[in-house]
């Protein structure tokens, strides 16, 4: 390794990794070494995929204008487990040591040369997209092909095994795409919103019919008398529900009770102007330092329960977003064995005259 390289390479702010054809690490520099928390003596010789990934095998041959070709999303494996996501550009090079035979420099750009937190934002988005899309493709094209080559030598059971798995991580990839629409019409503010007065315990029944036929817990309701109307918008609403019940349920034992408690927050003049819902399950809980993550985009906890429970990720970014939208609020209060999720919306004040959704009655 050249002298010259390596004290370039180490005041450089972006980071270096050089690998072999195989792809094995021949050299990283000190940038590297730090936002990896990986030293070099760990990493030489090791494969490249147990510090990064990319997104694309889009390798550049050298030549002048490289500085000016377009980087691709590449995601680094820390030390600690955790993952960032960077702009980076592989390119060809002769192999550090043995220079007859190929290898490759890959350029990861850590700071300088991303402009916002929106272009951060952006590229980590596409990347997780991408990561997230090709998860169940792999699985669906490795049974696809098993099923192809051996079907005959298969047991029908097997047979039949395989094929589950393939539908279903089909029915993954499809929850993938709606969520990913949702959050594209809430991104770009094309969602329209039909705000009106919705009767919440019809909506409650429509979502706890179709949630309770799917799973064996006892989901108990706890409903105000004589409630106000919601002000909202009726399919929105019963997303937001759905999502919660539905997270409930997931993260709870079989055959365990999930609550709805629904009651009126009323103004200093003593009128009905809010209401509470409240959705509580006695399940595994959230940690305290992991509640900030639940709400963003892919943030999913890493737990058992987590692991085997099939979920974008999305689906609180989504609650919340919707939940803002309606111009209300959300919380969460979660310990071992009890989580609760709080949501705040609207009532209709009944001065304010709007149609009652469903029935044509002005209130
Ligand atoms: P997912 O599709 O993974 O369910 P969500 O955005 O709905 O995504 O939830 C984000 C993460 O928050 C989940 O992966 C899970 O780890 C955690 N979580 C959500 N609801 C609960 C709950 N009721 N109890 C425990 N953990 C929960």
């Not at 004290?7 to 094995?24: M, N, T, V």
Request: aromatic share 4%; charged share 25%.
């Amino acid at each position: 390794m050249g002298e010259l390289f390596n004290a370039i390479a180490s005041f450089l702010p972006d980071g270096f990794i050089a690998s072999d054809e195989p792809g094995k690490i021949t050299f990283i520099n000190n940038t590297i070494e730090k936002i990896t928390g990986w030293n070099l003596k760990e990493l030489i010789g090791q494969n490249v995929s147990k510090v990064y990934s990319l997104l694309e095998s889009n390798t550049l041959k050298p030549s002048p204008d490289i500085a000016s070709m377009k980087s691709q999303a590449a995601i680094l494996f820390k030390k600690d487990g955790k993952k960032i996501t960077v702009p980076a550009k592989q390119i060809e090079i002769k192999d550090l040591n043995e220079k007859n035979k190929k290898g490759y420099l890959t350029i990861f750009f850590t700071d300088s040369s991303l402009n916002s937190n929106v272009d951060r934002a952006h590229l980590e988005f596409v990347s997780t997209v991408s990561h997230e899309l090709r998860t169940p493709l792999t699985s669906i094209k490795g049974f696809a092909d098993t099923l192809l080559r051996t079907k005959e030598k298969l047991p029908e059971d097997t047979q039949k095994k395989y094929i589950k798995i393939i539908r279903d991580q089909a029915d993954r990839l499809t929850r993938l795409v709606e969520d990913l629409l949702a959050v594209s019409r809430l991104e770009s503010q094309t969602q329209q919103l039909t705000i009106r007065a919705v009767d919440l315990q019809r909506a409650i029944n429509s979502v706890c019919e179709s949630l309770s036929s799917k799973s064996s817990h006892k989901i108990i309701q706890n409903i105000e008398k004589d409630l106000p109307p919601v002000l909202a918008d009726a399919d929105r609403l019963e997303q937001i529900l759905t999502n919660l019940i539905d997270n409930a349920i997931k993260y709870s034992p079989d055959a365990s009770m999930v609550t709805l408690a629904v009651l009126s927050l009323k103004n200093n003049n003593g009128i009905k102007e809010k209401i509470k819902i409240e959705v509580t399950d006695h399940g595994i809980g959230i940690k305290e330092s992991d509640l900030p993550k639940i709400f963003t985009k892919f943030g999913r906890l890493d737990n058992p329960l987590t692991r085997q429970s099939e979920g974008t990720g999305l689906g609180l970014f989504i609650t919340k977003s919707l939940v803002l939208a309606l111009k209300g609020d959300i919380s969460v209060k979660s310990k071992q064995g009890e989580t609760t999720f709080t949501v705040i919306l609207p009532a209709l004040i009944p001065a304010e005259g709007i149609l009652l959704e469903g029935t044509g009655d002005i209130k």
